[in-house]
């Protein structure tokens, strides 16, 4: 199981009246290029209507999930893989957004149903074989799961079981920092989020996406290391900036802005 330290926290009344924010597209445009790929108007379709099977969201609710983009975002994210690919990893969005409103969003109130939460949704990549749990969020993971592995080599497998555990946990710790009306300490909150992004896990399924098998020495190898935190540190800072207005009217300090104005 992951260990993550024990936040050095700093009252959230201590944070500055103003701050002014980058527009961070003015310079990641001039670095990163856009490709799409081709397929996602019928991978976002079909993923669409497998996920509404579920009966997870309804009504306007409903409506607003499937309004975000998520199809669009993950054509972007996954450009060169074929639509077979393509449409399974559209269902593994829509899993990691919705496990995350959960979170985000106060569907799981306590600590210690987060804690359910979390052991459910490892349970079903520990022991895939067994029925689909009554956790819809959870069932909808079961399906993905149990596909992505028929085609996808035992390191990627193995890769993805990994970062969501790794994922599992940080938001886990992240329910507990916010429980307590707190900001870590910059250094504190830059390693716990490359957890709670998830970016770890879309690293693996981009392997899975390429149909690429890459050794754990490879993974694990310093230079990759750095290459996959620096992309993680980049988007997660730049998700953090956006999103920093509506979080912290909600008086949630857990973003980059909170940590660094601390």
Same mark, same amino acid.
């Given at each position: 199981? $992951?260990?993550?330290?024990?936040?050095?926290?700093?009252?959230?009344?201590?944070? %500055?009246?103003?701050?002014?924010?980058?527009?961070?597209?003015?310079?990641?445009?001039?670095?990163?290029?856009?490709?799409?790929?081709?397929?996602?108007?019928?991978?976002?379709?079909? *993923?669409?209507?497998?996920?509404?099977?579920?009966?997870?969201?309804?009504?306007?609710?409903?409506?607003?999930?499937?309004?975000?983009?998520?199809?669009?975002?993950?054509?972007?994210?996954? %450009?060169?893989?074929? =639509?077979?690919?393509?449409?399974?990893?559209?269902?593994?969005?829509?899993?990691? =957004?919705?496990?995350?409103?959960?979170?985000?969003?106060?569907?799981?109130?306590?600590?210690?149903?987060?804690?359910?939460?979390?052991?459910?949704?490892? !349970?079903?990549?520990?022991?895939?074989?067994?029925?689909?749990?009554?956790? +819809?969020?959870?069932?909808?993971?079961?399906?993905?799961? +149990?596909?992505?592995?028929?085609?996808?080599? $035992?390191?990627?497998?193995?890769?993805?079981?990994?970062?969501?555990? =790794?994922?599992?946990?940080?938001?886990?710790?992240?329910?507990? +920092?916010?429980?307590?009306?707190?900001?870590? *300490?910059?250094?504190?909150?830059?390693?716990?989020?490359?957890?709670?992004?998830?970016?770890?896990?879309?690293?693996?399924?981009?392997?899975? *996406?390429?149909?690429?098998?890459? %050794?754990?020495?490879?993974?694990?190898? %310093?230079?990759?290391?750095?290459?996959?935190?620096?992309? !993680?540190?980049?988007?997660?800072?730049?998700?953090?900036?956006?999103?920093?207005?509506?979080?912290?009217?909600?008086?949630?300090?857990? !973003?980059?802005?909170?940590?660094?104005?601390?």
């Amino acid at each position: 199981m $992951p260990e993550f330290p024990t936040p050095q926290l700093v009252a959230s009344a201590t944070l %500055p009246d103003q701050l002014y924010l980058p527009d961070v597209s003015a310079y990641t445009s001039k670095v990163f290029g856009l490709k799409i790929n081709p397929h996602h108007h019928q991978a976002e379709w079909e *993923s669409y209507e497998w996920y509404d099977s579920y009966g997870i969201h309804s009504g306007s609710r409903r409506q607003k999930f499937f309004d975000a983009g998520f199809g669009l975002m993950t054509a972007l994210c996954y %450009p060169d893989c074929d =639509f077979a690919h393509l449409r399974v990893v559209t269902d593994f969005v829509l899993w990691l =957004f919705s496990f995350d409103d959960l979170t985000d969003a106060g569907g799981l109130d306590s600590i210690q149903g987060m804690k359910r939460a979390v052991d459910v949704t490892m !349970n079903v990549l520990r022991d895939p074989t067994t029925p689909p749990p009554k956790f +819809n969020v959870a069932a909808i993971l079961h399906s993905y799961f +149990n596909r992505m592995r028929q085609d996808a080599s $035992p390191a990627t497998t193995r890769h993805f079981v990994d970062a969501v555990d =790794f994922y599992t946990q940080a938001v886990f710790q992240q329910k507990v +920092n916010r429980s307590t009306d707190t900001t870590p *300490s910059i250094e504190e909150y830059i390693q716990l989020r490359r957890d709670t992004s998830a970016m770890k896990i879309a690293w693996a399924v981009l392997e899975y *996406s390429l149909d690429m098998d890459l %050794p754990d020495e490879v993974v694990n190898h %310093p230079i990759v290391k750095e290459l996959a935190d620096a992309g !993680n540190d980049i988007l997660t800072w730049a998700n953090d900036i956006y999103s920093f207005p509506i979080e912290f009217a909600r008086g949630d300090t857990h !973003n980059f802005v909170c940590s660094y104005g601390a």
